[in-house]
């Protein structure tokens, strides 16, 4: 199962997708449409992906990864579930932990109007379906794919928040069919759609920010994908949204929006290792290795290619961890 944490120029939200091939996943057009970034984690792999395809009369979509995944690769059904048959759902719901829910499908060829627009022939099911399930499988008991779940993305950062979209009673997912036809068309492409220009300054050609994770706590995943959509956000020029992971106390002490993003146009996350992460609760400490690469004028000593070994102190809030605090105990970053 994929988790994606979806940058957007004005916020970000989390999503599901899953395997389809090994660079390969599928997931709902609302999650990945009008993206400036996308970062990826299957089974504590962490990359980012473009989308290659997207549907919104379907909502359905397609990302690929710069490098190979592993993790199981999901298969389709070749017809139609009957009314009652049990499906399950898995997703990451209102970005907690993955998340297996179960119920039957209650009918079939629904529509369901979204912001982009109608969606039909849709499967409709009484299988618990929330904010964050959005491209998540829908699967019969065999382990096969029936639908490619339609929910709502939980939004997260920015000017949106869970509850401007709530969760409803009744599920639905696109059919496996259409999932299908779509990937077998989309799959064979080779360039990706363009993704969303957020600022006219400088912008990195890719998004891609090679990591690394030594730690197995428990909270790995969602702090390195919060530290991803920040770097990833600084790459695409979304600066508003990589200014919001950042805690109310912690913007106010950089000294708001205008000084804190000022010459960030040309610097941009190339590479970051996580060595440890200590703390439980709603605090924790993160010892990382970030390599960076800036205009000479931006860089500590004229620098263009940085290493510094950065502890952040991050806190949640109850929907994401957000950077409190960045530090460098080893002092000046190194270079390249």
Not at 314 to 324: E, F, L, S, Y
Request: charge should be neutral; aromatic fraction near 6%.
């Amino acid at each position: 199962m994929a988790r994606l944490a979806v940058t957007l120029c004005d916020g970000g939200g989390v999503g599901t997708g899953f395997l389809v091939g090994n660079d390969l996943i599928i997931t709902a057009a609302h999650v990945a449409k009008n993206e400036a970034a996308i970062n990826v984690s299957v089974s504590g792999q962490y990359t980012s992906a473009q989308v290659l395809g997207v549907n919104d009369n379907l909502d359905l979509a397609l990302l690929r990864t710069p490098t190979p995944l592993t993790g199981h690769k999901f298969g389709f059904a070749p017809d139609l579930p009957a009314q009652g048959v049990e499906v399950a759902a898995l997703g990451f719901p209102l970005d907690r932990g993955l998340a297996f829910t179960s119920g039957r499908v209650s009918a079939l060829n629904q529509e369901v109007r979204l912001p982009a627009g109608t969606v039909r022939g849709l499967i409709q099911t009484d299988t618990a379906i929330n904010p964050g399930n959005s491209g998540g499988p829908l699967l019969l008991m065999n382990g096969s794919v029936v639908g490619v779940v339609s929910s709502k993305r939980a939004w997260v950062l920015g000017t949106h928040d869970q509850n401007d979209y709530g969760a409803e009673g009744t599920g639905y997912a696109a059919p496996a069919s259409a999932a299908a036809a779509a990937m077998a068309d989309w799959g064979r492409r080779t360039t990706p759609l363009p993704q969303a220009s957020c600022d006219s300054q400088a912008q990195t050609s890719s998004s891609n920010i090679i990591t690394t994770n030594n730690s197995d706590h428990e909270q790995a995943t969602k702090v390195i994908q919060s530290l991803l959509t920040h770097g990833q956000a600084i790459n695409r020029a979304a600066y508003d949204t990589a200014f919001a992971v950042l805690t109310p106390e912690l913007q106010a002490s950089e000294g708001g929006f205008a000084k804190w993003s000022s010459g960030l146009g040309t610097s941009f996350w190339r590479a970051l290792t996580v060595n440890s992460i200590r703390g439980s609760g709603t605090e924790l400490t993160v010892d990382t290795v970030l390599r960076t690469e800036q205009s000479a004028a931006h860089g500590p000593g004229g620098q263009t290619c940085s290493d510094w070994g950065l502890r952040y102190r991050m806190k949640w809030d109850g929907t994401i961890w957000r950077v409190a605090e960045a530090t460098t105990p080893g002092g000046p970053p190194k270079a390249c």
